[in-house]
């Protein structure tokens, strides 16, 4: 079958190439792709900065963020029919006791793997086996905007913990701000409007990118930080930032909104990069601003099929409160066999997809 590959941690390597279908066993389905959606994981990968090749191999098949049928069931299945849609979650458990309990994205010991990144085959191929417990099922009416299910179940994760974790007081948030106005950071933005706060999404653009539109015919106020910088957004929001969605893969902002939400407040950290910026801060004041302020800070970091579960409700709920806009994210799709590293290097509108059986 076709599949797209990477040579770990060889520069610029991704590439279409020919590999032996996977042969489920009697525990697993066969999964036909439909498309995969492409993201900075995967350019970091495809430039070398991490990745690894299942044992016995010597390249790694790329993709983590999927949408397929059910080909195939096995003779010891039971979960799904051939036909059903299907999500696959991204990392696989080993014994600790948090994986053993169905928690593999709060792993103790670093031993997990994850489909398309840390040694397992990812979902960029025509085929990919896998147990039914790390499936979930899409109904059809979501099928042509599932692909987005995978960047989604971070934000399920972040907003579920969050609003768990606030539950040591009463917390009545009213306001958000969201850092980065990718493809997570729209979808966070839709997630905490749904959720009834006032949104503020802020990124480096002049307002008129399609990014923008799409967050502001959600509701959400878009604010650009060549007009803005960013420790004057909170003055615009009456100096309430009750949650602080972190969604720009950069550090310095990272640590900047830890001294821009509010008291009791909560900033969620999702997203890293292999970049690197050293910056000097007041940790004296920072850390008392902390205490004082009861702030918390949480990263997010996968997630488990229950988050991608609470994606599927909340992705019905999108699109009944924000008709057309999941579809308006799909903004460029490239066929299997058109694939080239040229699409890691032009990053453009917000989600590109690589479509492989397309319907
Ligand atoms: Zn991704
Ligand atoms: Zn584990």
Known sequence: MKAIAITPHEPNSARLVDVPEPQPTNDQVLVRMVRAGICGTDAEINAGAFGDA????????????NFGQIER????????????YVVATVRRPCD??????????????DKFTERGIRRQHGFLAEYYADAEDFLVKIPPHLRAVAVLLEPYSIVAKGLWQAWKIQERMVWKPRTALVTGAGTIGLLAALALRAR???????????PGTLNSQLAQEAGVTYVSLQDTPLENIPALMGDRVDVIFEATGHGPTALEALDLVTTNGVVLLNSVTSFSHPVTLDADK???????????????????????????????????????????????????????TDLFHQRRGVKTTIEIHPE
């Open 96 to 109: 600790c006791i948090n994986c053993a309990a169905g928690e593999s994205d709060m792993c103790l010991v």
């Open 54 to 65: 299942p044992p016995g191999f010597d390249y790694l098949i790329l993709g983590h963020e």
């Open 286 to 340: 920072l850390n008392m601003r902390m205490v004082l302020n009861n702030i918390l800070a949480v990263g997010i970091v996968n997630a488990n099929r229950r988050y991608f579960e609470m994606g599927v409700r909340d992705f019905e709920h999108f699109q009944a409160r924000f008709p057309g806009i999941l579809e308006r994210m799909f903004t460029r799709r490239v066929a299997l066999a058109e694939f080239s």
């Open 73 to 84: 069931v096995g003779s010891r299945t039971a979960r799904f029919q051939v036909g059903d």
């Open 196 to 206: 009834g706060l006032e949104v503020v999404i802020c990124a480096r653009s002049k």
